[in-house]
């Protein structure tokens, strides 16, 4: 656990340094970059930043958006392939979604164990529609996987 929180307060630290230089070469906006909770439910008043970076939803780096999911205990990462920003909404398209099934796990009674979940729950897995509500609160419009809204984490 310690090592999944260092490996994502280094990732929020690529950020903020990548946004006081002014995201060169990002593709897409430098509010979108972080940790950010809720979506799959809803964030509750008062959460701290331990327990939001302890369990993040969804994370924007430069490169990848990775997402929680309530069936694995791992991100899903999406390689980012374009990001197009219009009027406070972005639009992601991502690599192709691969069979994340792992051949060599076996699941319960020897079964395989579940797909996890490669997109958003938009209209097709490599797409996803973010839009900017405000400074710390975002929402991914038409992504029924995602239908509340999504808070930034905060720092320490």
């Not at 979604?97 to 395989?112: E, V």
């Not at 490669?118 to 897995?125: L, P, T, Y």
């Amino acid at each position: 656990m310690r090592r999944y929180v260092a490996c994502l307060l280094a990732l929020l630290a690529l950020a903020a340094a990548g946004q006081a230089r002014g995201q060169s070469g990002a593709p897409h906006p430098w509010w979108l970059f972080g940790a950010w909770t809720g979506g799959l439910f809803p964030v509750p008043p008062g959460l701290g930043a331990q327990a939001c970076l302890a369990e993040p939803t969804v994370i924007f780096t430069r490169d990848v958006v990775l997402r929680a999911s309530l069936t694995d205990v791992t991100f899903t990462q999406r390689v980012i392939v374009t990001a197009r920003t219009q009027a406070g909404q972005t639009e992601f398209e991502f690599t192709p979604a691969q069979d994340t099934l792992a051949a060599t796990s076996n699941g319960l009674l020897g079964l395989a164990a579940p797909k996890a979940a490669a997109g958003f729950g938009c209209e097709r897995d490599d797409v996803l529609h973010v839009r900017w509500v405000n400074e710390n609160e975002i929402q991914f419009p038409g992504c029924a996987d995602f239908p509340n809204p999504l808070v930034r984490c905060p720092e320490r």
